[in-house]
T-cell receptor, first 111, second 114 residues
Framework: QQQVKQSPQSLIVQKGGISIINCAYE??????FPWYQQFPGKGPALLIA?????SEKKEGRFTISFNKSAKQFSLHIMDSQPGDSATYFC??????????FGQGTRLTINP | DAMVIQNPRYQVTQFGKPVTLSCSQT?????MYWYQQKSSQAPKLLFH???????NEADTPDNFQSRRPNTSFCFLDIRSPGLGDAAMYLC?????????????FGSGTQLSVL
């Protein structure tokens, strides 16, 4: 199954809180799992990415947790800020150049 | 510094009237992609070029075609747009050099079909 399931569809978090977005997949051939951030009227931009041989990757306030046995991975945004309000897409790569995206999560950070 | 440039930003066409969307890049990347993104949905890959090699997704309608005359430019042609083709069309590039897998997206062209 070339599919990535993402939840929740929308998320509201208070400023300073932790935002958590989850993704699940079936295809064990996926070998690269990026997260993209998209602001209204803009194309997606790479935020952070992980490979399946690593269980966690952290870049600043953004952390990916990866559970290979459960085929799940999640994005954690610590100390969430209003500027983090955007749509977030998880994705997975299969084949040399093919990226499949999750359905997206619209994140709103309330001041 | 715009790296992946899409023109126009907004495009309005009539039902059945051919339309062409354009994409250019200053990154000298060898792979270029076209994605379709409908409102509140994930981007969906239509096709991609690896250098001059064209790779069509199995479920991309025949109505959609693409041209890549050189490394820098790529075009999306919709031969007979239907109402269901109204969407944001995103162009992206990647270098596929070593382990660099990052996609660089343009800002997209919002297509309306009347």
């Amino acid at each position: 199954q070339q599919q990535v399931k993402q939840s929740p569809q929308s998320l509201i978090v208070q400023k300073g809180g932790i935002s958590i977005i989850n993704c699940a997949y079936e295809n064990t051939a996926f070998d690269y799992f990026p997260w993209y951030q998209q602001f209204p009227g803009k194309g997606p931009a790479l935020l952070i990415a992980i490979r399946p041989d690593v269980s966690e990757k952290k870049e600043g306030r953004f952390t990916i947790s990866f559970n290979k046995s459960a085929k799940q991975f999640s994005l954690h945004i610590m100390d969430s800020q209003p500027g983090d309000s955007a749509t977030y897409f998880c994705a997975a790569r299969w084949g040399a150049q093919k990226l499949v995206f999750g359905q997206g999560t619209r994140l709103t950070i309330n001041p | 510094d715009a790296m992946v440039i899409q023109n126009p930003r907004y495009q309005v066409t009539q039902f059945g009237k051919p339309v062409t969307l354009s994409c250019s890049q200053t990154l000298n990347h060898n792979v270029m992609y076209w994605y379709q993104q409908k409102s509140s949905q994930a981007p969906k890959l239509l096709f991609h070029y690896y250098d001059k090699d064209f790779n069509n997704e199995a479920d991309t309608p025949d109505n959609f075609q693409s041209r890549r005359p050189n490394t820098s430019f790529c075009f999306l042609d919709i031969r007979s747009p239907g109402l269901g083709d109204a969407a944001m069309y995103l162009c992206a590039t990647s270098s596929q050099q070593g382990t660099n897998e990052k996609l660089f997206f343009g800002s997209g062209t919002q297509l309306s079909v009347l």
